[in-house]
C-alpha cells in the first residue's frame, strides 16, 4: 500500500486545516481508514478512523473538533480539524487496512506523513 498524506501546514490556534490521504495499491472500499499522529518525543496514537460502511471513531482528545470522511472513488480518506490547539501539534499519517489493525495502529509501514503546527 501506498500512502500520500498532504494538507498539513502552520496555523493559529482557533484554525483550520483539511488534511488528505490517497491510498494505492489496496482495494480502498474495502478497507478501513485512519489518521493518526506523533508529537516530538511521543509515540504514535490514533486521531480517528473510518470503516468501510463509514463508521466513525475518535480519540477523545479530538471529538467535537476533527472529522473523518472518505471518498472511495478517489481513493481518499480526509481529516477536517477545526479548533486546533497547540497540543494538536503532530506528524500526521494516515494507513488503511482491516478494522482490527486500524483502530489497533498495527501497521509496519507508513508513510511520509504531513506535519501540522498550530501557534499560541
Known amino acids: 500500500v501506498q500512502l500520500q498524506a498532504s494538507g498539513g501546514g502552520l496555523v493559529q490556534a482557533g484554525g483550520s486545516l483539511r488534511l488528505s490521504c490517497v491510498a494505492s495499491?489496496?482495494?480502498?472500499?474495502?478497507?478501513?481508514a485512519g489518521w493518526y499522529r506523533q508529537a516530538s518525543g511521543n509515540e504514535r496514537e490514533m486521531v480517528a478512523y473510518?470503516?468501510?460502511?463509514?463508521?466513525?471513531g475518535y480519540a477523545d482528545s479530538v471529538k467535537g473538533r476533527f472529522t473523518i470522511s472518505r471518498d472511495n472513488a478517489k481513493n481518499t480518506v480526509y481529516l477536517q480539524m477545526n479548533n486546533l490547539s497547540p497540543e494538536d501539534t503532530a506528524v500526521y499519517y494516515c494507513?488503511?487496512?482491516?478494522?482490527?489493525?486500524?483502530?489497533?495502529?498495527?501497521?509496519?509501514?507508513w508513510g511520509q506523513g504531513t506535519q501540522v503546527t498550530v501557534s499560541s
Open positions: 494507513n488503511v487496512g482491516p478494522l482490527n489493525r486500524v483502530t489497533a495502529t498495527q501497521f509496519d509501514r
Open positions: 495499491g489496496t482495494i480502498f472500499s474495502l478497507n478501513s
Open positions: 473510518i470503516g468501510s460502511s463509514g463508521y466513525r
